[in-house]
T-cell receptor, first 116, second 110 residues
Framework: GAVVSQHPSRVICKSGTSVKIECRSL??????MFWYRQFPKKSLMLMAT?????????EQGVEKDKFLINHASLTLSTLTVTSAHPEDSSFYIC????????????FGPGTRLTVL | GQNIDQPTEMTATEGAIVQINCTYQ??????LFWYQQHAGEAPTFLSY????GLEEKGRFSSFLSRSKGYSYLLLKELQMKDSASYLC???????????FGDGTTLTVKP
């Protein structure tokens, strides 16, 4: 089956630093990847849609300059949380949509970010 | 936009059947998904409905009525490991992005 990896799985950083999270589709090509944020006991909130070779489309209320998304290849998208603050602490999950099975999203295992 | 409603919590007994409902109001519709999510883990795909009717896959079945904006996930022969959050998600017709409901936390008791 299709596998999506995320790295790192957990990260703890100091306030004001930047953190980069990688999302990779391991055995398929993904023209579209999605970045979600999830708060405890809440559902996934879509942050942005990342399309290979073009700018990401951000959802209303998500700061583009704070959450930088790059989708440089068909198997890799990165989310960089810039100048992180404690309120950015959350579970970040990416998903990838196959170029072939376009109806299905495959989720990564998530990254737990804690900002001190 | 999308508005998705599902019950917050449900409890059922091991071996029983449980139905989790999801209602939605959407400006566009291109399929409804059900996912299972255990605490601290990413969602895993359970089912996909784009046409009206029932889709059966083992112990899990999912039903869709587009005219009513309604879906349900049916879990049979409940097992303790089925205790998890179940997320209903609707894909719109434009960017293909999905909007998730807040999830239903199911607790299976012995």
């Amino acid at each position: 089956g299709a596998v999506v990896s995320q790295h790192p799985s957990r990260v703890i950083c100091k306030s004001g630093t930047s953190v980069k999270i990688e999302c990779r589709s391991l055995d398929f090509q993904a023209t579209t990847m999605f970045w979600y944020r999830q708060f405890p006991k809440k559902s996934l909130m879509l942050m942005a849609t990342s399309n290979e070779g073009s700018k990401a489309t951000y959802e209303q209320g998500v700061e583009k300059d704070k959450f930088l998304i790059n989708h440089a290849s068909l198997t890799l998208s990165t989310l960089t949380v810039t100048s992180a603050h404690p309120e950015d602490s959350s579970f970040y999950i990416c998903s990838a949509r196959s170029t072939v099975q376009k109806w299905e999203q495959f989720f990564g295992p998530g990254t737990r970010l804690t900002v001190l | 936009g999308q508005n998705i409603d599902q019950p917050t919590e449900m409890t059922a007994t091991e071996g029983a059947i449980v139905q989790i409902n999801c209602t939605y109001q959407t400006s566009g519709f291109n399929g409804l998904f059900w996912y299972q999510q255990h605490a601290g883990e990413a969602p895993t795909f359970l089912s996909y409905n784009v046409l009206d009717g029932l889709e059966e896959k083992g112990r899990f079945s999912s039903f869709l009525s587009r005219s009513k904006g309604y879906s349900y996930l049916l879990l049979k022969e409940l097992q303790m490991k089925d205790s998890a959050s179940y997320l209903c998600a609707v894909r719109d017709t434009n960017a293909g992005k999905s909007t998730f409901g807040d999830g239903t936390t199911l607790t299976v008791k012995p």
